[in-house]
């Protein structure tokens, strides 16, 4: 067949009865374009121009005579508040500055078709190029809130094209304005399971064609089956949805060699779901997924490439085999732990093996890699994080990961099954041990009062990437061209907003749930998972778990989510706070952040004070100490006073802070990574070096001991579920432009007559706090920059030196309690 670029850009199923045909250019000409369907000679059926705004819908823009109109869908981007924030448009032909004080670029809304749109009509020549009587040339633009921030390009946009920094920018085609679209009604319904369909133009001899792609169509794809393994009456149920195959066959054996292989045809039992029955109890039985189908950019399907179910309860290894577990005879923990409620938690986040790995109790090589070990670590009556006092701990992710190698240190956000716990964490995985030993492990956390939050990743998968094996339109953000978009940073972005794919997340998360007894979930690279399946997954889990803590990391290489979740049961990291903090104990930064930030980012962030997550570190980048040690080379391994000093007052005001207190464990005794910026298979610099606890034991001690406090009768001035009134805290200034800052929490007495009294000098000079009428008459002193004595200090405390001033020593804080 001779084909020609200049006629077909592209033709897709719009449904099962209808498509979409693109031309490469406007159609012009009288009559319609000479198309067919697939080798024949038959005009497509009911072939008709489409509106302007179809093309609009998916590229930004249409053209209409002498006017470009930008154009949004609010439905494509779930993550903006745009009634709230408004939306403006930017690119060459504005500088890429829409000036947010003008509505020459703006916006307005308009309903069209029952949706909501945003549409801006500009003449052309203030946003084309011109070369004498024609328009040549692609004009690049974007789309941007009113609040600055800028809207990635929706994927599968046919219209992207990417500036010399990496940034996804649509541009304005000249010969594509929208008049080159037409619908067509198919000779034939949409058949998944059958050979390609295609579009020919025909015209004098010369043929041109171009196959049916899915389109948004197939992310409209459900099933009302079960998926994964199901045991009934003697029989085993096999299901996997693959909804463009054209064959799945089972692959089932007892021998890890394979050597008693048996294979099974699957049928279709839905337009997604396969299933293969197995007429005997295979319970513990091994097995494979082999899946084929019409291979092309958007679905690699290999016959040969054995599959990982992704609904397998365990797995030998990231590469599989899958093992076949009956649901029903999987042990479920005896009893139902209550974490404490949001406003009371104290979380510290770790890894499994970073805990274990120097945990000074007698444990085999082989337990000190996974869960028994840590689990026998927290059982010991030394147990680190027990000690340190905090009631949560958040574990960096434990589903199976891709790591090839049992010893082989990852930190696990390259995940390739999500219900199976991983297997380089248990003792004997081919026994499906990882499941009663992850189980264990919760347990003993339990035992000792702590939640158990698990990182999760539903952004991205690791390798190998079984789920582009099953269907790779379906499960994963694609550009025009079938290419994986790579908002996460890992290579692929996970398209959670299709129903099975919302569905595998969260059954696997209420698996997490009724399984092991987890508490909660932190949700990492949470804006590509997206609010509205946020938001879901929220009323779903808390049917499962009414208690069930949900903290998302809002953002990633594609936008920021914050701002959005404001409205939803879900906390959020604090980035603004992590960075804000490093720079205010450096001295760096004024006071007025600070009093955003210990008011638990209220009026902006966050909409009530535990929706906050205060923290400075977690495992990502360099650790605390390497980033504000003033060692030339960023190696904190040995601190000076001014790192030490400096730890002191952050966790100070971490402690005091609204919201909810993140530290990352070793903080408390000083830990150091050498210097290193990403240590994601550095074991040997992640595992925690419990020696550092005797050296650096003040530091130690001075943690425990602000957030003993943090969890006591006083500290229930800082753990407010509500937001509180007007008036609740009450802020001094220092003069002469010194970053100090007093608070004065329950000012207003809504809490009751009990008052605290907080301190902070990050200068490296005394400053002064202008005391007005405020009297510290009554008050106990009970801490400073090195000493916390609930009691009260009982050696050099501040003193008012003035009427109405408080002198605040260098690098110094302080707390009063009333």
């Known amino acids: 067949m001779t084909r020609n670029p200049h006629k077909i850009f592209s033709a897709r199923w719009t449904g099962p009865n209808s498509g979409l045909v693109s031309l490469t250019s406007d159609w012009t000409k009288a009559g319609l374009p000479p198309l067919c369907w697939d080798d024949t000679r038959e005009q497509l059926k009911d072939l008709r121009k489409a509106p302007p705004l179809v093309f609009g819908d998916a590229s930004g823009y249409y053209t209409q005579d002498a006017w470009v109109t930008f154009c949004i869908r609010a439905s494509r981007y779930p993550n903006f508040d745009l009634a709230r924030s408004g939306v403006y448009v930017a690119g060459e032909f504005n500088a890429w500055n829409p000036n947010f004080n003008s509505k020459a670029w703006r916006l307005e809304e308009a309903i069209i078709g029952g949706q909501d749109y945003y549409l801006l009509s500009v003449q052309k020549d203030l946003c084309m190029k011109k070369d004498g009587r024609d328009w040549r040339g692609k004009v690049a633009f974007k789309f941007v809130t009113g609040r600055g921030e800028w809207m990635e390009v929706p994927s599968g946009a046919p219209n992207v094209t990417q500036d010399e920094h990496g940034n996804h920018n649509l541009y304005i085609h000249p010969r594509r304005s929208g008049h080159h679209q037409f619908f067509f009604t198919p000779h034939e319904e ?104 019409e291979r092309d950019a958007f679905s690699p399907f290999d016959p040969a490439f054995p599959i990982l179910d992704p609904y397998a309860l365990a797995c030998v290894g990231p590469t599989g085999p899958a093992i076949a577990l009956d649901k029903n005879r999987v042990k479920k923990p005896a ?54 006092g905090v009631n949560a701990v958040e574990l960096q992710p434990v589903q199976q990961h891709d790591e090839p190698l049992k010893d082989g240190y990852h930190w696990g956000y390259m995940t390739n099954n999500y219900f199976s716990p991983a297997s380089q964490y248990a003792l004997n995985p081919e026994k499906a041990s990882q499941i009663d030993e992850l189980r264990d492990l919760v347990a003993a956390f339990h035992e000792r009062g702590l939640a158990v939050i698990l990182d999760v990743v539903y952004n991205h998968v690791g390798e190998p990437n079984f789920l582009q094996y099953i269907d790779k339109h379906y499960y994963f953000d694609l550009s025009a061209e079938g290419a994986f978009m790579n908002w996460s940073g890992c290579g692929n972005t996970l398209n959670c907003a299709t129903p099975m794919a919302y569905k595998l997340m969260e059954r696997s998360l209420a698996w997490f749930v009724e399984a092991f007894d987890v508490d909660g979930f932190r949700f990492d690279l949470a804006d590509l998972v997206g609010v509205e399946p946020l938001k879901k997954l929220e009323k779903d889990l808390k049917l499962v778990k009414p208690s069930i803590i949900l903290i998302a990391e809002p953002w990633s290489f594609k936008g920021h989510i914050g701002l959005a979740l404001k409205d939803s ?109 990403n240590t994601y298979k550095r074991g040997d610099l992640n595992a925690l070096d419990y020696r550092r606890i005797r050296q650096f034991s003040g530091t130690h001690e001075y943690f425990r001991k602000w957030i003993g406090f943090r969890r006591s009768h006083f500290g229930r001035l800082l753990r407010l579920m509500d937001p509180p009134e007007d008036g609740y805290l009450r802020f001094f200034s220092a003069e002469n432009g010194c970053p100090a800052l007093g608070v004065l929490f329950n000012a207003n007495g809504e809490q009751g007559w009990e008052r605290l009294f907080f301190v902070v000098n990050p200068c490296g000079i005394p400053c002064s706090l202008d005391m007005g009428d405020f009297s510290l008459d009554g008050f106990t002193q009970v801490a400073d920059a090195e000493c916390f004595d609930l009691s009260g200090l009982k050696g050099a405390q501040l003193l008012r030196i003035q009427d109405c001033q408080l002198e605040i020593p260098a690098q110094n804080c302080a707390l009063w309690v009333l």
């Open 190 to 293: 949409l058949d998944p399971s059958a050979g390609p369909s295609s579009v020919t133009w025909l015209e004098d001899g010369f043929r041109e064609g171009v196959l049916m792609m899915p389109g948004e169509y197939l992310h409209e794809v459900d099933s009302r089956y079960e998926q994964g393994v199901h045991f009934v009456s003697g029989n085993a149920l096999f299901r996997i949805f693959a909804p463009r195959a054209s064959a799945v066959t089972l692959s089932l054996f007892r021998k890890l060699d394979q050597s008693d292989r048996a294979l099974f045809d699957a049928v279709r039992i839905d337009p997604g779901t396969w299933e293969a029955v197995v007429p005997f109890d295979c319970h513990g039985a091994y097995y494979y997924y082999f899946i084929d189908g």
């Open 335 to 388: 009893a139902r732990f209550t974490p404490p409620s949001w406003h009371d938690l104290v979380i510290a986040e770790a890894h499994v093996r970073d805990l274990a790995a120097n945990a000074p109790v007698k444990i085999s090589a082989d337990e000190r890699l996974g869960f028994t070990g840590l689990a026998k670590w927290v059982r010991s009556p030394d147990f680190y994080l027990s000690k340190l």
């Open 569 to 677: 049961g879900l906390a959020s990291w604090n980035d603004g706070y992590r960075e804000y903090v490093r720079k205010y104990v450096l001295g760096q930064e004024n006071p007025d952040g600070l009093k955003y930030f210990i008011n638990g980012s209220l009026g902006h962030l966050s909409a009530w004070p535990a929706q906050s997550v205060n923290y400075v570190e977690s495992h990502d980048d360099m650790c605390w100490l390497d980033r504000i040690t003033t060692n030339d080379d960023g190696d904190g391994t040995i601190p000076s006073c001014y790192d030490r000093r400096r730890t002191h007052l952050m966790v100070a005001i971490l402690m005091m802070s609204l919201g909810i207190p993140m530290l990352s464990a070793g903080q408390d005794f000083l830990r150091s990574k050498g210097g290193q910026h």
